[in-house]
């Protein structure tokens, strides 16, 4: 069994029987409940999610109008914890939550292990049983630090109310330090009800937490030197990146190199998309561009990123020409997936300040190679496989044009929220970001659900960090948004004008596309049967009254939760809707646009297969039997286009047969 890290190995409960009597008076007295509440305060703690229950109650009688934060009641603990993810996201601060034992403690664990994989920081305090009623199946007793320590970065258990300030100093300070995460404060019912005597600020006892920020040794001239002999090199940019603020570093150091930028799923918009040196997003469903810029490259230089399966397809198939430098502030990812050249291990914005001096003296020794040739052949990509759509052939909208559409309504400094599932594809792949944190998705996890509480967060924190400049789009399907649609509730007393576009296409559109790719088109369980209202004529439809009956309907759904909301079919509607809903602030909005539910996230990469193996569309695979590197020939993509279309038709005839 692996051994415990220094963190994990300490914990809130005393290692030795600890008597009841109290030895510190020293400072205010008080019960844990206050003392929670004044930490938070005391850590400047703004806004604060969460659900009420018995085993936390001291806590909430102490919740009263005249603190220093805002409480948010949410509607279901998991929402709580999204919402914290989708303020700490959006705000750069740490997010928190509360709810109480048992079952309410066990919904948030989800939120938690989203967050974990995420790398967000967030501090979920959960209410527990008294200490003597530990172990004994006492009513809704759950281990909560047991089941949370394999999925957060640290847990407490805390019984005794004098312990409270510190863990929650510690609790913060560890949340956000290194690679941010989320920590679990289990507070027992004793703790909360115990008296104490409470001071501020408090001494921190983490032994062995030393979160490395700056690189050690010749690390930094030895990845200078590797830019210096690189001709194809490639910034691999991923969510540490942007959890770090490292969006100038990021930028100063590929006009330094004239090196392309890559990014991950969570780390859309840390240069904004305007930026010639930005190919989108790799991967699974990543542009053409940049997938096939990080297969060619002779140096990957992944920074702030893990390695994710999702990103690299096959793994020994990864780059499979490249050197790799690795920058992250987590030790434990150095080397995980992928053996690095050069590994560094240090916060990302610090090491990249400290890496460009080294390779502006490596350049004034030695200039840098020629690297024409290699931006000819990745604008060959580019211009050659840009981001497309194929039209419905039912007469519904386009998904992809949708969310194209609303980027192209938006504010500029919109921030967008998405759900799980092709709509989160389509977002990433169609919206035009202008910057760093305007982009909140589940990606480790991949959470259904996670769109409307994320959204809320994010709301209330636009409202408190940026005075409301920054509205949020919500970007959902219509299977993830039925997951947590009761938090409609909290978005409008909360008073969150959230912006909902749903893409409703009446199924798990993800889950289908597999089916119809690798399933012989067998769409087991996978229909939703919530909007058959389909096609340009729906509205017609609709009034003949030859529509089925719609469960649910999201229309009155919406209205019932005190919300605006419209249905559109065509895109003459969808622009008229998109423009109202931009001009609604007092209130949630919602937009049932009716899509294709036959439309695809291309390209695409199958899993377990080589991303050598991508596919523009059906049988169109850009990259098979690709060395080159130099710019694309047009017989290289007419050859190609060719074998796409035989492979089509041959497909088709198969499916006639």
Known sequence: MALPTPLQAFSGVPKTPVSDKQTIV????????????????????????GIPGGAILPVYHQITDDLKFRFILMRHEQAAGHAAEGYAISTGKVGVCIVTSGPGATNVVTAIAD?????????????????????????????IVGMTYPVSKHSYLVTRAQDIPRVMAEAFHVASTGRP??????????????????????????????????????????????????????????????????SKQVKALADL??????????????????????????????????????????????????????VTGKLDAFAPGARVIHIDIDPA????????DVPIVGDVATVLEDLIPEIERAQAITPKPNRKPWWDRINGWRAKYPMTWDEPTDGSLAPQWVVKKLSELADPSTIWVTGVGQHQMWASQFIDFHGPHEWISSGGLGTMGYGLPAAIGASVGSAREFDGRKPVWLIDGDGSFQMTSEELAAAFFAHTPVKIALL??????????????????????????????????????A???????????????????????????????????????????????????????DAMVWPMVAAGKSNDDVAYRPGLHPLKGDTGTGPIEDDEVAAAETAAENTAENTENGEEN
Request: aromatic content about 8%; glycine content about 10%; proline content about 5%.
């Open 181 to 246: 995460g989320p920590v679990v404060v289990d507070l027992t019912k004793t703790a909360q009800t115990g008296e104490m005597y409470y001071s501020w600020p408090q001494r921190m006892i983490l032994p062995g937490y030393n979160p490395t920020t700056k690189a050690h040794g010749r690390v930094l001239s030895d990845a200078a030197k590797l830019f210096n002999q690189s001709y194809r090199p490639v910034l691999y940019v991923g969510g540490g990146a942007m959890r770090s603020g490292a």
């Open 504 to 541: 409703n296409n009446s199924v798990y559109g993800m889950v289908r596309q597999w089916q119809t790719l690798f399933y012989d088109h067998h769409y087991s369980q996978t229909n939703l049967l919530d909007g058959e209202a389909h096609g340009a004529e729906g509205d017609a439809q």
């Open 115 to 143: 967050a974990n994989m995420d790398s967000v920081p967030m501090v979920v305090v959960t209410g527990q049983v008294g200490v003597q009623a530990i172990g004994t199946d006492a009513f809704q007793e759950a281990d």
């Open 333 to 340: 990812e150095i080397g995980k997936n992928r053996t690095p």
């Open 257 to 310: 190199t004239d090196a392309p930028i890559v990014t991950t799923l969570p780390a859309r918009g840390i240069v904004p998309d305007d930026d010639p040196k930005n190919l989108g997003m790799l991967g699974m469903h990543g542009t053409i561009a940049a997938t096939g810029a990080v297969q060619r490259c002779d140096l990957l230089v992944a920074i702030g990123a893990r390695f994710d399966d999702r």
């Open 26 to 49: 020293d400072g205010e007295k008080m019960t844990g409940a206050q003392a929670l509440v004044r930490s938070l305060e005391d850590l400047g703690v703004t806004d604060v999610f």
């Open 543 to 597: 009034a003949a009254g030859e529509l089925p009956l719609e469960v649910p309907d999201f229309v009155k759904l919406a209205e019932a939760y005190g919300c605006v909301a419209m249905r559109v079919f065509t895109e003459e509607e969808a622009v008229e809707a998109i423009r109202k809903a931009n001009e609604i602030n007092d209130r949630p909005v919602l937009i049932d646009f009716r899509v294709w539910k």
